[in-house]
């Protein structure tokens, strides 16, 4: 089956423009994640979701970092007034309920603050 | 903040040899994975080993995990030049609920 899959692949933006990454989970799992990559670091959480319910925003760096998801599939990562220091790999991950604990991550969205 | 750090950052080997990776974290946790990222690919789950586990295989792969001394390596057999990639571990610490803390990654080149 198709696993998960993130648009843009390629985004960029000028410094103090608002953008929004989208995610889209493997169909049927209840658990999403975001995850930032800096260049040369390994991805640090951001955020988590079950079902439509955030359950986790502990990572998200700033009250410009806002994420939604609905109606428990897609979601959507937004970044306001984007700053250079945002520029990064941001991933999504989703998790189903017979292999929980495994995330299963889609190709991520290199975003480039100008 | 990242939770551990692999060592080394970087390994060269030939094709065929064995390649170890070591992971080493901070708190408690409820499971331990790793994970591969080729360049330009998301990351790829390989294997994962629970804290009442000691050691685990998935074909070429082996991975242990030692919760006294936080550590954990990961051993790939006969190495290929398609295991060229980064390895990360992570780790979903006791009271964490689910999200992964990973380490800095290994890079791993294998050379024909």
């Known amino acids: 089956g198709a696993g998960v899959s993130q648009s843009p692949r390629y985004k960029v933006a000028k410094r103090g423009q608002d953008v929004a990454l989208r995610c889209d989970p493997i169909s049927g799992h209840v658990s999403l994640f975001w995850y930032q990559q800096a260049l040369g670091q390994g991805p640090e959480f951001l955020t988590y979701?079950?079902?439509?319910?955030?359950?986790?925003k502990s990572g998200l760096p700033s009250d410009r970092f806002f994420a939604e998801r609905p109606e428990g599939s897609v979601s959507t990562l937004k970044i306001q007034r984007t700053q250079q220091e945002d520029s990064a790999v941001y991933l999504c991950?989703?998790?189903?309920?017979?292999?929980?604990?495994?995330?299963?991550f889609g190709p991520g969205t290199r975003l480039t603050v100008l | 903040s990242q939770q551990g750090e692999e060592d080394p950052q970087a390994l060269s080997i030939q094709e065929g040899e064995n390649a170890t990776m070591n992971c080493s974290y901070k708190?408690?946790?409820?499971?331990l994975q790793w994970y591969r990222q080729n360049s330009g690919r998301g990351l790829v789950h390989l294997i994962l080993?629970?804290?009442?586990?000691r050691e685990k295989h998935s074909g070429r792969l082996r991975v242990t995990l030692d919760t006294s001394k936080k550590s954990s390596s990961l051993l790939i057999t006969a190495s290929r030049a398609a295991d060229t990639a980064s390895y990360f571990c992570a780790t979903a610490f006791t009271g964490g609920g689910n999200k992964l803390t990973f380490g800095t990654g290994t890079q791993l080149k294998v050379e024909l």
């Open positions: 080993i629970r804290s009442n586990e």
């Open positions: 708190t408690s946790i409820n499971n």
């Open positions: 979701f079950q079902n439509e319910a955030q359950l986790d």
């Open positions: 991950a989703s998790g189903g309920s017979r292999f929980k604990d495994t995330q299963y």
